[in-house]
């Protein structure tokens, strides 16, 4: 069955490190692939999503992921983070070609910024 | 920007009982999708609906059911609950099943079983 991987469960980082988050999905189709956020208490948000063209998207807040098709990876970049990002970050794909396009979530990774 | 809702937020059923869960897409989706969030779990696909017809089916138990409505608005009919039911249930929206589409959340309802 397809499925996707965050290898990171926690990550903690200071102000101002970088930050990478792993991704990994098998399926050897095409996917379309996104990464959501989602704050304390409040709903899933999309950082970021790559449907074709370049590899290397950029999102909202300074995010930006970079599709590696011959590795099935998808990782979430930012190269200062703030205390602000604490958050769950979950990595999706959806298959193509497809009926739907359901959403396989990834396990998540809670992300804590120490000021 | 109008987002999706869910209501209600917060539901407390005891073992048995039933629960509707309802999800107001954003205007001009006609796409909905349900969710299903155990503790510390990752969401995973239930059920989805395009243009008031079920889309795609998941792991969704017997004892749910759902229909999404003229207004596409949809409810998640859930009967018999067990302790396992007990979950943050997300609704999502998008427009169309082209296949670049994006999916919008809400903020979920939060269901425990006792």
């Known amino acids: 069955a397809q499925s996707v991987s965050q290898h990171n469960h926690h990550v903690i980082l200071s102000e101002a490190a970088s930050l990478e988050l792993g991704c990994n999905y098998s399926?050897?189709?095409?996917?379309?692939l996104f990464w959501y956020v989602q704050y304390p208490g409040q709903h899933l948000q999309l950082l970021l999503k790559y449907f074709s063209g370049d590899p290397l998207v950029k999102g909202i807040k300074g995010f930006e992921a970079e599709f590696i098709k011959s590795k099935f990876s998808f990782n979430l970049r930012k190269p200062s983070v703030q205390w602000s990002d604490t958050a769950e970050y979950f990595c999706a794909v959806s298959l193509l070609p497809s009926g739907t396009y359901k959403y396989i979530f990834g396990t998540g990774t809670r992300l804590k910024v120490l000021a | 920007a109008a987002g999706v809702i869910q209501s209600p937020r917060h539901l407390i059923k005891e073992k048995r009982e039933t629960a509707t869960l309802k999800c107001y897409p954003i205007?001009?989706?006609?796409?909905v999708y349900w969710y299903q969030q155990g503790p510390g779990q990752d969401p995973q696909f239930l059920i989805s609906?395009?243009?008031?017809?079920?889309?795609d089916k998941g792991s969704i138990p017997d004892r749910f059911s759902a229909q999404q409505f003229s207004d596409y608005h949809s409810e998640l009919n859930m009967s018999s609950l067990e302790l396992g039911d007990s979950a943050l249930y997300f609704c999502?929206?998008?427009?169309?099943?082209?296949?670049?589409?994006?999916?919008?959340f809400g903020p979920g309802t939060r269901l425990t079983v006792l």
């Open positions: 399926y050897g189709g095409t996917v379309n």
């Open positions: 205007p001009r989706h006609d796409t």
């Open positions: 609906f395009y243009e008031k017809m079920q889309s």
């Open positions: 999502a929206s998008s427009f169309g099943t082209s296949g670049t589409d994006t999916q919008y």
